[in-house]
């Protein structure tokens, strides 16, 4: 990406029914497959994004690997907004993993504005 580039908007279009349809389907990893490498893509991003003012991602990128990229000794020092979603919060039973991503998050919005 750019270093110029200071707002990043990244949407990928998310198909309920195509997911319906591998899950009819039995067990199979066909399901890992539809859309981007949200892990990928939310690595690569999180190490992008320190010069970013506004950043979200929706369905392609994914708060948890995300935030386990980043470095804590990384400061975002324009970064006002930042927007993700996060697979891990349709899964409450994993509370202790959900309480590990807020502490993280926590920890790296005290290095934004």
Known sequence: LL???????????????A?????RSGPSNEIGRIGTDCHAASVTLACQ?????????????DAVPFFQAVDFRWAWPSLTTLSLTCSLFAMPEKCDEI???????????????
Not at 3 to 17: A, I, S, V
Not at 49 to 61: A, D, K, P, R, W
Request: glycine share 4%.
């Open 99 to 113: 309480a590990t991503l807020l502490e993280r998050v926590g920890m790296a919005a005290q290095r934004m504005p």
């Open 19 to 23: 997911i319906r349809v591998c899950h």
């Open 49 to 61: 994004s320190i010069s970013f003012e506004q950043l979200t991602g929706c369905y392609s990128v």
């Open 3 to 17: 270093k110029t580039l200071k707002t990043f908007n990244w949407f990928e279009d998310f198909n309920e029914e």
